[in-house]
Structures are given as C-alpha cells and as structure tokens.
C-alpha cells in the first residue's frame, strides 16, 4: 500500500471562467468538475476564478488573462489545468503553449475520459472510443508537439494512450471502422427490440442526472447488484432487468445519467443505446432531493428533449429520507429513497396508476372465424394470459388505452387492472 495515495496521483486545478453565461451558475458548474476530476480517479488541486467579459477566440480568456495565469501557476509542478468550458482545437493548442509545458485539458476530455474508464460492454467501448478521436482528430491539426506535452493520465486514456502519437490518416480509418462496427451492434440491437417487443413486457426506463441514485433504485426494485458508487458516470451501459408489480411483469432499464452541457459528440455517442432504452412505455426520471433538482429535471428534459423522447414519464425524488421539508419537491413528484427503502410502495401504486392511465388491463375475445383480426391485435396488445376456447381465443391482456377504441368490438372485460 501507498502510504498517501493523493502522492502518485494526477494533480489538476481547475481554471473557472466566469462570464455573463454562466454567471448563474458556474457555482454548480465548479462544483461539478470537482467530482469529475474525483470519478477520474485524479485529485483536485485548487481553483483559479477568471472573470472574463468576453471568450476570445484565439486563448479563451485572453492574452493578458493568460499571462497571469501563467505566473500563478508557475511553481506548481506536475500540474495538469482543467478549463472548465470546452475549448475550440486552436484555443487548446494556444493556451498549452502559453503555460509553458502544463498539460490542458477542458471539460469534455474530462468527462470523455470518465467515459473510457467505466465504459463496460463492447458497445459502450466502441462508442467512447469513437467519441474521443472524433473530438481528438481535429485537435491533431497543430501538430505532435503540444499533443506529446500531453504525456499520459486524464485525457489520453482509452485510445490516447496508444497512439496520441498521431497519425491522422491512422485515426481516420480506425473512424471508419468503429462506425462500421457499431452499425453492426445497432442492427442486432433493433432485432433485441423487436423480440423484447414480441415477448410483450412493458418497458421502464430509469433515466436522470448523474449520480442521483438510478442504479441503487433498480437494485433495489429488481433485487439485484448492477454497479453503484457515489461518482459521476458510474452507469455507462443500459442493463436490464425484470421485475414484477402485484403480477404485471415490467422489464426495468438503467441507463447513462446526464449533465448540464454534456459534449455534444458525447450524447451523439450514446444516443443509439439511449434510443433503444428510451423506446420504453415509462420513464422515471430519478432526481436528487438534496440537489439542485430543478436543474437536474430541466437538464434531464432537455437531453430527452433533443433525443425525441415522446414516453410518459413520473418524476421520481430520491434521497429524501436526507431533507425534513418535503413541501419544497415539485407538485406531483414522488419522494422516495431507494437506499432507506421509503416511499417504494407508493412509487409502485404510482406506476400502476399511470398504467393504467396509458393502458387498458382488459381481456379480449376473438372468435377464430376472425383469426386475421387476431393477428392486427396482437401487434398492438401485450398478452398476459392466453386461453383456446372451443369457439375462440380468450386474451388477457394491456391495450395502449388510444388503441382501445379500435378494438372494441373484441373487448369482454375492461378493468383499471
Ligand atoms: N442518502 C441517499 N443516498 C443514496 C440514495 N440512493 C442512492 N444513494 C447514493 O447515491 C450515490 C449514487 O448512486 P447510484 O445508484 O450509483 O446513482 P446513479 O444515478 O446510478 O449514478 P450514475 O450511474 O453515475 O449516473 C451512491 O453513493 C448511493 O449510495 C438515497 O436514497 N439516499
Ligand atoms: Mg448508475
């Protein structure tokens, strides 16, 4: 063992940019990159506030700006800077080259470099791989001398640490490939859809800020042991599991957290396997109680927003067991804590209820002699129960509720369940 491990591990300061669009909130912004820098596995070293009036084009905060930066940081050895924004191809080469031999990385190399690090299935990999060079490879323009001060740690993992060295025309072609072979994965990934689809199982997907508690929550309605930890990014594959409400069997679906101004390469990244996953007939969308939630809702909405998400959705309140005042949580959220196990019956009747909102629990009768009937419901329906009667199919089944109509020549039985 290391007697301290803060020894052997990267040091970064974190240079804050304070201008007028973000005035409001580079508090959070700030406190955010402490906790990337931490599920980095780095250390955080200390913070430079820079008011700036305007992003200058050429080195972000400006000439002069960056002078004193320069001096500020003189001494300070072993010292990789973290702008705090995301810095344009030239904006990195000009300032890295201003800070003498410091490495400079910006936010999303920093949370790219997250990504690489706890990206788990082949897919995951292949797409934070792609997300790196596509964000690197414009970057390599100002040639190998900047990009070899890069050295190794925060920023050149994953692909970085084999071949930063840079051969553009190789990074081209391995582009080229990685995209050919997550086309693959995606093909084989709607054929997975279509048979979840005909095995006829609702699908829920948990989705939300970073950290808020998703993974714990499907833990625990699942009864199983999917990976959490108090980081940013801990989730970066969907995984799925089943579980069951008074009988009604759902498959439930934890995915990717978001943040505010996640890169956009990144979202483009993982928007294939957040698409399948948010293909889904509800959402909970988990927040932090004792965050800042209205943002993390907003943020949430946003993302889901750019994705086309068009599901319902029940706004889910997690860690509230940790604040007295449960007036202050939006009007309709759920409040819950999935570490205490609190509120979990109610979010169930919750789900249920909003089934049964969206969703006809009912059972059908089809005669055979209007057999090709059957085969137009059973695309919309999912099948709870099948029975062969002497004269006809009897089903139990959920019809989307703007469906039913449709069918009501076939439906004996209409229940909220
Ligand atoms: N106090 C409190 N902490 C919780 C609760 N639920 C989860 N946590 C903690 O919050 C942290 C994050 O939990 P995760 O379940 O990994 O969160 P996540 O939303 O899956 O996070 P990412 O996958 O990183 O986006 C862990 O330290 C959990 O122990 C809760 O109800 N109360
Ligand atoms: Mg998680």
């Given at each position: 063992m290391y007697e301290n491990i803060s020894e052997i591990l990267e040091k970064i300061y974190i240079i804050q940019p304070i201008h007028h669009e973000n005035a409001q909130k580079y508090r959070i912004l700030h406190d955010e990159a402490v906790d990337l820098i931490e599920s980095a596995g780095a250390v955080y070293a200390g913070t430079i506030y820079q008011n700036i009036?305007?992003?200058?084009?050429?080195?972000?905060?400006?000439?002069?700006?960056?002078?004193?930066?320069?001096?500020?940081?003189?001494?300070?050895?072993?010292?990789?800077?973290l702008f705090n924004g995301e810095l344009s191809p030239s904006q990195t080469l000009n300032i890295s080259a201003a800070l003498g031999d410091k490495k400079v990385i910006d936010r999303t190399t920093l949370i790219l470099d997250i990504f690489a690090k706890n990206a788990q299935s082949s897919e995951g990999k292949l797409q934070v791989e792609l997300a790196q060079l596509n964000y690197i490879y414009p970057r390599l323009k100002g040639k190998g001398e900047a990009l070899s001060r890069l050295g190794g740690g925060v920023g050149t993992r994953g692909p970085g640490e084999t071949k930063l060295e840079t051969d553009r025309r190789y990074i081209r072609k391995r582009i080229q490939y990685l995209e050919s072979r997550l086309k693959e994965t995606e093909k084989r990934r709607s054929l997975q859809t279509a048979r979840r689809k005909r095995d006829n199982v609702k699908t829920i997907a948990l989705v939300g800020y970073t950290n808020t508690g998703k993974s714990t929550l499907m833990n625990l309605l699942t009864n199983s042991d999917v990976y959490v930890k108090n980081e940013l990014f801990?989730?970066?594959?969907?995984?799925?599991?089943?579980?069951?409400?008074?009988?009604?069997?759902?498959?439930?679906?934890?995915?990717?957290?978001?943040?505010?101004?996640?890169?956009?390469?990144?979202?483009?990244?993982?928007?294939?396997?957040?698409?399948?996953?948010?293909?889904?007939?509800?959402?909970?969308?988990?927040?932090?109680?004792?965050?800042?939630?209205?943002?993390?809702?907003?943020?949430?909405?946003?993302?889901?927003?750019?994705?086309?998400?068009?599901?319902?959705?029940?706004?889910?309140?997690?860690?509230?067991?940790?604040?007295?005042?449960?007036?202050?949580?939006?009007?309709?959220?759920?409040?819950?804590?999935?570490?205490?196990?609190?509120?979990?019956?109610?979010?169930?009747?919750a789900i249920l209820q909003k089934f049964r909102e969206e969703f006809l629990f009912c059972a059908l009768f089809v005669p055979y002699v209007q057999m090709n009937a059957y085969q137009a419901i059973k695309s919309y329906i999912t099948e709870r129960n099948i029975q062969f009667t002497d004269d006809g199919v009897k089903i139990d089944a959920i019809l989307p509720a703007r469906y039913a109509e449709m069918f009501t020549e076939f439906i004996v039985f209409k229940s909220s369940n």
């Open positions: 009036r305007e992003i200058n084009a050429a080195t972000f905060i400006g000439e002069g700006k960056l002078q004193e930066l320069n001096e500020r940081l003189d001494g300070l050895d072993e010292i990789t800077v801990a989730t970066l594959d969907p995984t799925a599991r089943k579980f069951e409400i008074d009988g009604v069997e759902f498959l439930l679906v934890d995915t990717v957290g978001f943040l505010q101004d996640l890169p956009h390469n990144l979202i483009e990244a993982f928007k294939s396997t957040l698409e399948s996953a948010l293909h889904c007939d509800l959402a909970l969308i988990v927040c932090d109680a004792t965050g800042e939630f209205d943002m993390q809702m907003k943020t949430t909405l946003a993302t889901l927003e750019e994705m086309n998400f068009g599901s319902p959705y029940l706004l889910v309140m997690n860690k509230s067991e940790e604040i007295a005042d449960h007036s202050i949580l939006p009007y309709g959220s759920i409040a819950i804590s999935a570490k205490e196990n609190l509120g979990i019956e109610k979010l169930k009747r």
